[in-house]
């Protein structure tokens, strides 16, 4: 399965780039109400980049290991889950 969201930002591509290369680009990112702590940040955004996180399911908790797979700042950003873990 295959999930694809695009946007359009009244921005450069270098300037887009630039803020999720940010250190609290994603808690930016995160609305409110998802609750989401991040175990393990990213160390960059190279390819094959990892990031550990704890997402709120309900009354649960999930670990999710993201790995990043495409940063092109002229293409989209991609990221894929390579490893979930049991609600706690």
């Known amino acids: 399965m295959r999930f694809v969201k695009e946007s359009v930002i009244a921005a450069s ?7 999720h290369e940010a250190p609290d680009a994603f808690e930016r990112l995160q609305p409110p109400w998802q609750k989401t702590e991040i175990v393990q940040p990213p160390t960059s ?3 094959g980049t ?3 996180l704890r997402i709120r399911l309900g009354p649960f908790w999930q670990t999710r290991v993201a790995e990043l797979s ?4 002229y293409l989209a950003a991609t990221r894929r889950t ?3 873990l049991p609600a706690a």
């Open 70 to 73: 495409r940063p092109n700042p």
């Open 13 to 19: 591509a270098e300037r887009v780039f630039a803020f």
């Open 50 to 52: 990892r990031v550990d």
């Open 82 to 84: 390579i490893r979930e």
């Open 45 to 47: 955004l190279e390819v």
